[in-house]
């Protein structure tokens, strides 16, 4: 079944604590990119990653950090959280073709206290 | 870089009743268009989508969209909506090309009324 696993799912941490978000894909797809959703926002995209060692940033990339080592994982870090950064997260794959449809992941509810 | 608008933030309609949600997009060429549905504490699930052809696009769950160029358009309908479909939806833009970027509205959340 073709996936996007994130975890994990709820988090709740404190102000600079570093948390790693996980997500893996298992559909082979070059494109990977994470978004938070806030109320009233949308999704807006934080980086997203074209291949293996490609990484760029979104809309809003500030305080977060990416790796993409291998294919199927791009994990998303916060070395130092804040407050702002309290939110809902969402990763997503895709095949590189614009047209590609985007599938993604259950999303990870962050809370930063 | 394109951009989506959606001028509802909350529609509530009766179960049976036909739903339209507006979705406006800006963009220099013909987009790629998206909705996808978020069903509470759910991800993102792609309901339809447009590339080019037949302006009249079926997706699941007995959704359509209709691209309407003049307009920069793209409003999803459903002719009798049922009490499943209390979601949030979101429209999204893609640009042409292979740099799969892609812009969300701010979504639409759809109440149900028994």
């Known amino acids: 079944e073709a996936q996007v696993t994130q975890n994990p799912r709820y988090l709740i941490t404190v102000t600079g604590k570093k948390l790693t978000v996980t997500c893996s894909q298992n559909m082979n797809h070059e494109y990977m990119s994470w978004y938070r959703q806030d109320p009233g926002l949308g999704l807006r995209q934080i980086y997203y990653?074209?291949?293996?060692?490609?990484?760029d940033k979104g809309d809003v990339p500030e305080g977060y950090k990416v790796s993409r080592k291998e294919k199927r994982n791009f994990p998303l870090i916060l070395e130092s959280p804040s407050p702002n950064q309290t939110s809902l997260y969402f990763c997503a794959s895709q095949g590189l073709a614009g047209r590609e449809t985007q599938y993604f992941g259950p999303g990870t509810r962050l809370l930063v206290l | 870089a394109q951009s989506v608008t959606q001028p509802d933030i909350h529609i509530t309609v009766s179960e049976g009743a036909s739903l339209e949600l507006r979705c406006n997009y800006s963009?220099?060429?013909?987009?790629?268009l998206f909705w996808y549905v978020q069903s509470p504490g759910q991800g993102l699930q792609l309901l339809l989508k447009?590339?080019?052809?037949?302006?009249l696009v079926q997706g699941i769950k007995g959704f359509e969209a209709e691209f309407k160029r003049s307009q920069s358009s793209f409003n999803l309908r459903k002719p009798s909506v049922h009490w499943s479909d209390a979601a949030e939806y979101f429209c999204?833009?893609?640009?042409?090309?292979?740099?799969?970027?892609?812009?969300f509205g701010a979504g639409t959340r759809l109440t149900v009324k028994p």
């Open positions: 447009y590339f080019s052809g037949d302006t």
């Open positions: 999204a833009v893609g640009a042409r090309g292979n740099n799969n970027d892609m812009r």
């Open positions: 963009y220099g060429a013909t987009p790629y």
């Open positions: 990653s074209m291949n293996v060692e490609v990484t």
